[in-house]
C-alpha cells in the first residue's frame, strides 16, 4: 500500500516550478514483449532491450527523482541499490524492496492499491475484459487473483509473467499522456490510439478510487465524445473527439497550452476549453497548430520550457518571413503552400481570441508577460539550428525535457548538438551518472543546483520515441509566481 503523504497536495501551476511529486511507470515486462510486426502499432519504432532500458536506463531516472524529490529514500544506500546481489529489488513494484515513494509514485502501486477493494476489483476486471475482448470464464478467473498480481498483469498483459493474455500496454512509461494536472484539477485524455486505451481506463479508475486524489474528484475533468461523432457515418480519425497529455501544458498558474497535432483533435482541444472555462480553471487556451505527423506526435515534441526565460524547441517549424538577401524565390511560397502550417490562436473567456504569428511570439509572451521574467527571453534550438540534426535530434526528443526545478533539466545524451546549445547559452552539462555519485559523496547538493542539462542513457528508451517530458506525470510542483 502506498503510505500516506499528509502534505500533498495536487498542484501544478508551471512547467518548471520545483518538482514535488510525480507519477510514473517503470518499464514492465510487456515492453520486453513487443514484437517486430506489432512494434508500429503499439506506437514503438523498433523492439527494445528491456534489461539495458531498465538496469542501464531509467533506473538512473528514478535514483536521480529520488535524489531530488524524497533523499532519504537513497541518500547512503546507493551502493546497496546498485548491488548485482539485489536484483534491481529497489525498483520492483511487486517486492518487499521497493522503494515506494509517496513522492515519486509508481503507477502499478496504486493500481494495486485500489484493487484491494473488492467491488472496484470486480468492475475493473470486467471493464478491462471487455475493451479486450477476454472470455467470461477467464473475467471469473482474473477477479479471484491477489490485488498485487492483478495490477502486474493488467499493465504487461501476461499471467504469471508468462502466458500473454492481452497485448501489453508498453507506452504506460510515458505517464504524461495519460492525464494532466491543472492548478488543482486533473484532466484525463482520450486517446487517439487504440494502443494507449486500457493506459487510460486504469489510470481513470486509479484517480476516482484512490485515497491519494480523495479531495480532489469533483476536480477531475473527463472529455465526453460528442453527439456529432456519434452521428457521423464511417471511422474517420478527423472528427474523434481525443486528447492526449502530451499536448496539454501548465505554463502559467492562468494558462494552458493545447496542441492540436496527430494525436489531439481540434474537437478534442474544443471539448477541453469548455470544461475549463466552465469549471474556472484557466483564464487562457493557447491553441498550438503543428503538423499531424509522426515526427512531431504532440506539442511536447516541440518544444519544452527550461526556465522562465528559456525554452528548447524545434526552429524549423517557425513559418517566418525569408530573409531578402538568401531567399530563392521559391522560398517565398513554400510556407503558403504548405497545409500543415502551424497556427496559434489563444482564447480568454469573454474576450477577443487572439493570434501569434510564431511559436517564438507566444513563448516569449509566456516568459514576460505570464511569468514576468526581468530578463529577454532565449531559445535554444535542437540540433543548434543546423541542418539535419536539428530534425535528427528533435526525433529523438532532443526539444522533450523534464524540469526538476527551474532551470535543472533532463535529456538524453544522445543529442550532440542540442547539448553543444545548451552548452553555448551558459548551461552546466553532466552526466547522471557522476551527477548521483557527487550527491551520494556529498559533494554537491541537488538544492544548490542552478542551470544545468543532465545527460540521460537513451539507447533504448529512445526507441519508444518519447524523452523525459514524457515520462512523467507532475502532481505537485512549487509556484514560480
Ligand atoms: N508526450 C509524448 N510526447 N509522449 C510520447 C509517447 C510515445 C509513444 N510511443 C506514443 O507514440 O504514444
Same mark, same amino acid.
Request: one cysteine or more.
Given at each position: 500500500?502506498?503510505?500516506?503523504?499528509?502534505?500533498?497536495?495536487?498542484?501544478?501551476?508551471?512547467?518548471?516550478?520545483?518538482?514535488?511529486?510525480?507519477? *510514473?511507470?517503470?518499464?514492465?515486462?510487456?515492453?520486453?514483449?513487443?514484437?517486430?510486426?506489432?512494434?508500429?502499432?503499439?506506437?514503438?519504432?523498433?523492439?527494445?532491450?528491456?534489461?539495458?532500458?531498465?538496469? #542501464?536506463?531509467?533506473?538512473?531516472?528514478?535514483?536521480?527523482?529520488?535524489?531530488?524529490?524524497?533523499?532519504?529514500?537513497?541518500?547512503?544506500?546507493?551502493?546497496?541499490?546498485?548491488?548485482?546481489?539485489?536484483?534491481?529489488?529497489?525498483?520492483?513494484?511487486?517486492?518487499?524492496?521497493?522503494?515506494?515513494?509517496?513522492?515519486?509514485?509508481?503507477?502499478? %502501486?496504486?493500481?494495486?492499491?485500489?484493487?484491494?477493494?473488492?467491488?472496484?476489483?470486480?468492475?475493473?476486471?470486467?471493464? *478491462?475484459?471487455?475493451?479486450?475482448?477476454? !472470455?467470461?470464464?477467464?473475467?471469473?478467473?482474473? =477477479?479471484?487473483?491477489?490485488?498485487?498480481?492483478?495490477?502486474?498483469?493488467?499493465?504487461?498483459?501476461?499471467?504469471?509473467?508468462?502466458?500473454?493474455?492481452?497485448?501489453?500496454?508498453?507506452?504506460?512509461?510515458?505517464?504524461?499522456?495519460?492525464?494532466?494536472?491543472?492548478?488543482?484539477?486533473?484532466?484525463?485524455?482520450?486517446?487517439?490510439?487504440?494502443?494507449?486505451?486500457?493506459?487510460?481506463?486504469?489510470?481513470?479508475?486509479?484517480?476516482?478510487?484512490?485515497?491519494?486524489?480523495?479531495?480532489?474528484?469533483?476536480?477531475?475533468?473527463?472529455?465526453?465524445?460528442?453527439?456529432?461523432?456519434?452521428?457521423?457515418?464511417?471511422?474517420?480519425?478527423?472528427?474523434?473527439?481525443?486528447?492526449?497529455?502530451?499536448?496539454?501544458?501548465?505554463?502559467?498558474?492562468?494558462?494552458?497550452?493545447?496542441?492540436?497535432?496527430?494525436?489531439?483533435?481540434?474537437?478534442?482541444?474544443?471539448?477541453? =476549453?469548455?470544461?475549463?472555462?466552465? @469549471?474556472?480553471?484557466?483564464?487562457? *487556451? %493557447?491553441?498550438?497548430?503543428?503538423?499531424?505527423?509522426?515526427?512531431?506526435?504532440?506539442?511536447? %515534441?516541440?518544444?519544452?520550457?527550461?526556465?522562465?526565460?528559456?525554452?528548447?524547441?524545434?526552429?524549423?517549424?517557425?513559418? #517566418?518571413?525569408?530573409?531578402?538577401?538568401?531567399?530563392?524565390?521559391?522560398?517565398?511560397?513554400?510556407?503558403?503552400?504548405?497545409?500543415?502550417?502551424?497556427?496559434?490562436?489563444?482564447?480568454?473567456?469573454?474576450?477577443?481570441?487572439?493570434?501569434?504569428? !510564431?511559436?517564438?511570439?507566444?513563448?516569449? @509572451?509566456?516568459?514576460?508577460?505570464?511569468?514576468?521574467?526581468?530578463?529577454?527571453?532565449?531559445? =535554444?534550438?535542437?540540433?543548434?539550428?543546423?541542418?539535419?540534426?536539428?530534425?535528427?535530434?528533435?526525433?529523438?526528443?532532443?526539444?522533450?525535457?523534464?524540469?526538476?526545478?527551474?532551470?535543472?533539466?533532463? #535529456?538524453?545524451?544522445?543529442?550532440?548538438?542540442?547539448?553543444?546549445?545548451?552548452?553555448?547559452?551558459?548551461?552546466?552539462?553532466?552526466?547522471?551518472?557522476?551527477?548521483?555519485?557527487?550527491?551520494? !559523496?556529498?559533494?554537491?547538493?541537488?538544492?544548490?543546483? %542552478?542551470?544545468?542539462?543532465?545527460?540521460?542513457?537513451?539507447?533504448?528508451?529512445?526507441?519508444?520515441?518519447?524523452?523525459?517530458?514524457?515520462?512523467?506525470?507532475?502532481?505537485?510542483?512549487?509556484?514560480?509566481?
Amino acid at each position: 500500500m502506498t503510505p500516506h503523504n499528509p502534505n500533498f497536495k495536487l498542484d501544478v501551476t508551471s512547467e518548471i516550478g520545483t518538482l514535488r511529486v510525480l507519477l *510514473v511507470h517503470s518499464p514492465d515486462s510487456g515492453l520486453g514483449k513487443v514484437v517486430p510486426s506489432k512494434a508500429q502499432d503499439w506506437l514503438f519504432e523498433d523492439i527494445v532491450h528491456l534489461d539495458t532500458m531498465r538496469g #542501464g536506463e531509467y533506473d538512473h531516472y528514478i535514483k536521480l527523482l529520488m535524489y531530488f524529490l524524497d533523499p532519504t529514500k537513497i541518500k547512503g544506500k546507493l551502493a546497496e541499490i546498485n548491488d548485482p546481489a539485489n536484483k534491481r529489488n529497489f525498483f520492483k513494484p511487486d517486492n518487499a524492496d521497493f522503494h515506494n515513494s509517496t513522492k515519486v509514485v509508481e503507477i502499478q %502501486t496504486l493500481l494495486s492499491d485500489i484493487l484491494q477493494q473488492a467491488d472496484i476489483r470486480k468492475k475493473l476486471v470486467a471493464a *478491462v475484459c471487455a475493451i479486450e475482448g477476454v !472470455t467470461y470464464r477467464l473475467q471469473l478467473q482474473l =477477479i479471484d487473483i491477489n490485488p498485487v498480481e492483478l495490477a502486474k498483469i493488467f499493465i504487461s498483459g501476461s499471467l504469471n509473467d508468462e502466458q500473454m493474455i492481452f497485448a501489453p500496454i508498453p507506452n504506460m512509461i510515458f505517464s504524461r499522456d495519460i492525464g494532466i494536472a491543472i492548478n488543482n484539477h486533473m484532466l484525463l485524455n482520450k486517446p487517439a490510439k487504440k494502443a494507449r486505451a486500457r493506459e487510460t481506463l486504469l489510470v481513470r479508475y486509479i484517480f476516482f478510487n484512490h485515497p491519494l486524489f480523495e479531495g480532489y474528484r469533483d476536480n477531475i475533468l473527463e472529455i465526453p465524445d460528442t453527439v456529432q461523432h456519434f452521428l457521423r457515418p464511417g471511422e474517420e480519425q478527423e472528427s474523434k473527439t481525443t486528447l492526449e497529455g502530451g499536448d496539454v501544458m501548465m505554463v502559467a498558474p492562468n494558462h494552458l497550452l493545447i496542441g492540436w497535432s496527430e494525436r489531439t483533435s481540434v474537437s478534442g482541444a474544443n471539448e477541453a =476549453i469548455k470544461l475549463l472555462f466552465e @469549471n474556472d480553471v484557466v483564464e487562457k *487556451v %493557447t491553441i498550438v497548430k503543428i503538423p499531424h505527423k509522426r515526427d512531431y506526435m504532440h506539442i511536447d %515534441t516541440v518544444f519544452t520550457q527550461v526556465k522562465r526565460n528559456v525554452w528548447v524547441l524545434l526552429r524549423s517549424l517557425t513559418p #517566418g518571413e525569408p530573409s531578402q538577401e538568401d531567399a530563392e524565390p521559391i522560398a517565398w511560397f513554400a510556407d503558403k503552400k504548405n497545409k500543415d502550417k502551424p497556427e496559434i490562436v489563444q482564447f480568454r473567456k469573454g474576450k477577443k481570441p487572439k493570434t501569434f504569428s !510564431t511559436l517564438e511570439a507566444l513563448l516569449d @509572451n509566456i516568459s514576460q508577460k505570464d511569468l514576468q521574467s526581468g530578463e529577454p527571453t532565449r531559445f =535554444i534550438y535542437s540540433g543548434n539550428n543546423e541542418f539535419p540534426y536539428d530534425a535528427r535530434e528533435q526525433w529523438t526528443d532532443s526539444c522533450n525535457l523534464l524540469a526538476l526545478k527551474e532551470g535543472v533539466v533532463l #535529456g538524453y545524451d544522445r543529442n550532440d548538438k542540442t547539448v553543444e546549445a545548451f552548452k553555448q547559452s551558459g548551461f552546466s552539462i553532466v552526466k547522471v551518472q557522476e551527477l548521483l555519485q557527487k550527491f551520494e !559523496t556529498d559533494e554537491l547538493d541537488p538544492q544548490s543546483m %542552478t542551470d544545468t542539462l543532465i545527460l540521460m542513457p537513451s539507447a533504448e528508451l529512445s526507441r519508444a520515441r518519447g524523452g523525459f517530458h514524457c515520462m512523467s506525470m507532475p502532481l505537485q510542483r512549487d509556484s514560480v509566481i
